[in-house]
């Protein structure tokens, strides 16, 4: 028997937590489960349409759906359920409005992938309300690392859930293969024998920028040779663009935007750094180290289980722009030493963060679940 499986995306960004929601949707055995994804029309969302020509079946509802009136919202979502009628509802986050439809159409059950459990989700007083409504019923609950595990447990421990850990999953054959360094060079107008530093998150407060820029400026001050590359869009764009006008440093340090191409620039670069104030398990992380680069990274969140100190990269402090400055350094200064640690890397993510165990774990989370 095929069982229906829907991924719920409430998000109208793309960005990694997506892709690991579309892996899921592509890499399910499709002799036991057929994947529908249900999500909304927005434009930075287009990138789901490829999901069609692997077999999952998409279901579009209009962005508006999301922002009117809350009630009208989940009337009309639990009325798509209706239609749709899954046996197992996976939700890409907690995402209010989705879950009590889902809550309301009580006949599927429901599991929800935490990936940042500290985010703030900035809910006012009937928010915060609704959302413990939503919370109440029973859920699965997926967290991608031990330590998301355990802030979870602190920070939404009023809710009965039961949960359980599995990690994000790379596919490392995409790291693979030789790629012209000259073709991206010159899309990014980096001169050819610079050494680059690349980062890539949301432009948004969690992912510390701004300290990225002031270490950015104080390694431009020692070294010629290096450029800094910022991958990704968000809020914070324009603000930190102004940032890396005022530091004189623009010519130094681009900024890219969204890209689809993630894994052929990051095999171009030497070195990449993830400044974030609080994480999960990084996805962006996983795929610096699946390619094979040198990690400079704060130390929270789940990331301490991809980049172990001085094995696979450095760690520092949450804010501290004198360490990130000078594990930034290290790494430019000391090829041998840093090529040490990306191979290290690498390796952790082979043997412990395939796709393939991501995808098995997910599914016997789902036979367990509807085989009850």
């Known amino acids: 028997m095929i069982r229906d499986i829907l991924f719920f995306q409430h998000n109208t960004e793309f960005g990694l937590t997506e892709r690991y929601l579309s892996q899921l949707a592509i890499k399910l055995d499709r002799s036991k489960f057929r994947s529908h994804l249900v999500y909304p029309d927005a434009s930075k969302l287009d990138e789901f349409?490829?999901?069609?020509?692997?077999?999952?079946?998409?279901?579009?509802?209009?962005?508006?759906?999301?922002?009117?009136?809350?009630?009208?919202?989940?009337?009309?979502?639990?009325?798509?359920?209706?239609?749709?009628?899954?046996?197992?509802?996976?939700?890409?986050?907690?995402?209010?409005?989705?879950?009590?439809?889902?809550?309301?159409?009580?006949?599927?059950?429901?599991?929800?992938?935490?990936?940042?459990?500290?985010?703030?989700?900035?809910?006012?007083?009937?928010?915060?309300?609704?959302?413990?409504?939503?919370?109440?019923?029973?859920?699965?609950?997926?967290?991608?690392?031990?330590?998301?595990?355990?802030?979870?447990?602190?920070?939404?421990?009023?809710?009965?859930?039961?949960?359980?850990?599995?990690?994000?999953?790379?596919?490392?054959?995409?790291?693979?293969?030789?790629?012209?360094?000259?073709?991206?060079?010159?899309?990014?107008?980096?001169?050819?024998?610079?050494?680059?530093?690349?980062?890539?998150?949301?432009?948004v407060p969690q992912k510390g920028h701004k300290y990225l820029i002031l270490a950015a400026e104080n390694v431009i001050e020692t070294i010629e040779n290096v450029s800094f590359l910022i991958i990704g869009d968000g809020e914070l764009r324009q603000e930190l663009q102004y940032q890396v006008d005022q530091a004189g440093i623009s010519d130094r340090c681009i900024f890219a935007g969204y890209v689809s191409d993630v894994h052929n620039i990051l095999n171009v670069c030497d070195a990449f750094v993830m400044p974030s104030l609080f994480e999960g398990l990084c996805m962006a992380v996983l795929e610096a180290s699946a390619s094979g680069l040198p990690v400079v990274s704060t130390r929270v969140g789940g990331i301490p289980s991809v980049v172990?100190?001085?094995?696979?990269?450095?760690?520092?402090?949450?804010?501290?722009?004198?360490?990130?400055?000078?594990?930034?350094?290290?790494?430019?200064?000391?090829?041998?030493?840093?090529?040490?640690?990306?191979?290290?890397?690498?390796?952790?993510?082979?043997?412990?963060?395939?796709?393939?165990?991501?995808?098995?774990?997910?599914?016997?989370?789902?036979?367990?679940?509807?085989?009850?």
């Open 49 to 203: 349409k490829d999901l069609v020509e692997y077999g999952v079946n998409l279901h579009v509802l209009p962005e508006q759906v999301f922002n009117i009136n809350f009630f009208h919202s989940i009337k009309i979502i639990r009325e798509s359920l209706i239609d749709l009628k899954p046996d197992l509802i996976h939700f890409n986050d907690p995402g209010v409005i989705g879950m009590l439809a889902a809550r309301l159409y009580n006949s599927s059950p429901i599991v929800m992938t935490h990936h940042t459990p500290e985010l703030d989700r900035n809910y006012d007083l009937p928010g915060k309300i609704l959302e413990k409504l939503a919370f109440l019923g029973n859920t699965e609950v997926i967290f991608t690392s031990e330590q998301d595990s355990r802030t979870g447990g602190i920070l939404d421990g009023n809710y009965k859930w039961n949960h359980t850990v599995i990690p994000y999953g790379i596919d490392v054959s995409l790291f693979d293969g030789d790629l012209n360094k000259k073709d991206i060079f010159d899309r990014f107008n980096i001169p050819y024998d610079h050494k680059v530093v690349v980062n890539v998150a949301r432009l």
């Open 308 to 372: 172990v100190n001085d094995e696979t990269g450095i760690l520092v402090p949450v804010k501290d722009v004198d360490e990130l400055t000078s594990g930034i350094m290290k790494m430019i200064c000391n090829p041998e030493y840093s090529n040490r640690l990306g191979e290290s890397g690498r390796n952790i993510v082979v043997e412990k963060f395939s796709v393939e165990s991501m995808i098995k774990n997910t599914e016997d989370l789902y036979d367990r679940i509807l085989g009850k």
